[in-house]
């Protein structure tokens, strides 16, 4: 395989684990719906979304978009646009770089989000 080859590998192999983490996301008292979608011309963003009990959602996710010939990564959780938790969005011109930061913004996620949501359920009663 060329390097383009590679490094278009890499991304999948990326995405994939991040779509795994952040899909695997459960709480016993809110339903979730895992996504993951692209960004034209070059992106993708994967995640999971809860539907709290009073109708709010909150996501989890992430996302890697090319633009301008370097690659942006960003990480947020969110309860309607409000955010609950934003990782310092991250461009490199490398993409063993870019997806090292893609992977550590899914786990940085990741583990917060059972407690995140036990605090919105409290807010809620």
Do not use: C, N, W
């Not at 991304?11 to 339903?31: D, I, K, M, N, T």
């Not at 947020?76 to 990782?87: F, K, M, Q, Y």
Request: aromatic share 4%.
């Amino acid at each position: 395989m060329d390097s383009e080859s590679l490094a278009a590998a890499g991304l999948l192999a990326a995405l994939s684990r991040a779509a795994e983490l952040l899909s695997g996301l459960h709480h016993p008292f809110v339903r979730s719906a895992p996504f993951t979608y692209l960004i034209p011309p070059a992106g993708a963003r994967t995640g999971t979304t809860f539907t709290l009990p009073d109708g709010r959602e909150a996501t989890f996710a992430v996302s890697i978009v090319v633009r301008s010939g370097a690659f942006h990564v960003e990480g947020a959780a969110a309860v309607e646009g409000e955010d609950l938790l934003r990782l310092p969005a991250k461009s490199t011109h490398d993409i063993h770089a870019a997806l090292a930061v893609l992977d550590e913004h899914a786990a940085e996620l990741a583990q917060p989000a059972g407690r995140l949501l036990d605090q919105l359920l409290d807010e809620i009663v």
